[in-house]
């Protein structure tokens, strides 16, 4: 069973910045997509970004491109997201997200990831 731990939501001002980190622990079979997905009130989880482990490509959705930058650092079983020149309209609950296969075209699609965190709320305002 694999667990995902996030962390590093909190309150920022518009234009701020934040790193979120997503610890991975109890690993048995590979994990091809790690990804981060966001839900704000009264919306659905939409893909934030995707990072593919077998080839190390990144994927954004279109209104963070740019402004987002997905990463891992191997040794210490760990994924972020830095997210810069934050709005308001990034406020929402950021989930971590991990798959045993991965779908380059289909990397926003929720119901493909297998292990789910439980969210670190990232709230923009001034």
């Known amino acids: 069973q694999v667990q995902l731990v996030e962390s590093g939501g909190g309150l920022v001002q518009p234009g701020g910045s934040l790193t979120l980190s997503c610890a991975v622990s109890g690993r048995s079979s590979p994990l091809y997509a790690l990804a981060w997905f966001r839900q704000a009130p009264g919306k659905e989880r939409e893909g934030v970004s995707c990072?593919?482990?077998?080839?190390?490509?990144?994927y954004y959705g279109d209104s963070v491109a740019g402004r987002f930058t997905i990463s891992r650092d191997n040794a210490k079983n760990t994924v972020y997201l830095q997210m810069n020149n934050l709005q308001p309209d990034d406020t929402a609950v950021y989930y971590c997200a991990a798959g045993l296969g991965f779908w380059a075209s289909d990397w926003w699609r929720r119901h493909l990831y297998d292990y789910w965190g439980q969210g670190t709320r990232v709230t923009v305002s001034s």
């Open positions: 990072f593919s482990t077998g080839d190390g490509m990144t």
